[in-house]
Nanobody, 125 residues
Framework: QVQLVESGGGLVQPGGSLRLSCVSS????????IGWFRQAPGKERAGVSY????????NYANSVKGRFTISRDNAKNTVYLQMNSLKPEDTAVYYC??????????????????WGQGTQVTVSS
């Protein structure tokens, strides 16, 4: 079965850190570029960070630059999102997505082939 599964979300105080993981099954994640997205209540889904197949290219939303770091371990079919200095406005459901072929960088959300089910991140004191 082809799927992506996120984990690592939770409740954290402002200024804290979390590391999200996204593991693929049923396909070789190393052949796909990866995107992390988030959706807060009442808001549209937004791109957070992106990484190319080999990790050479990355991209971050302005709101997370300098605080979030995307990485991947293709041998483990896993991608990560290290989130530091978390703020209440980072509260959202976070999704990972995989795309094999794309026309622009970073790829638009509608182009992705596979999506995870999401993991909740709540930043609150």
């Amino acid at each position: 079965q082809v799927q992506l599964v996120e984990s690592g979300g939770g409740l954290v105080q402002p200024g804290g850190s979390l590391r999200l993981s996204c593991v693929s099954s049923g396909f070789n994640l190393g052949r796909y570029a990866i995107g992390w997205f988030r959706q807060a209540p009442g808001k549209e889904r937004a791109g957070v960070s992106y990484m190319s197949r080999n990790g050479a290219a990355t991209n971050y939303a302005n709101s997370v630059k300098g605080r979030f770091t995307i990485s991947r371990d293709n041998a483990k079919n896993t991608v990560y999102l290290q989130m530091n200095s978390l703020k209440p406005e980072d509260t959202a459901v976070y999704y990972c997505a995989a795309i094999q072929y794309f026309t622009a960088w970073p790829p638009h959300a509608r182009e992705y082939d596979y999506w995870g089910q999401g993991t909740q991140v709540t930043v609150s004191s």
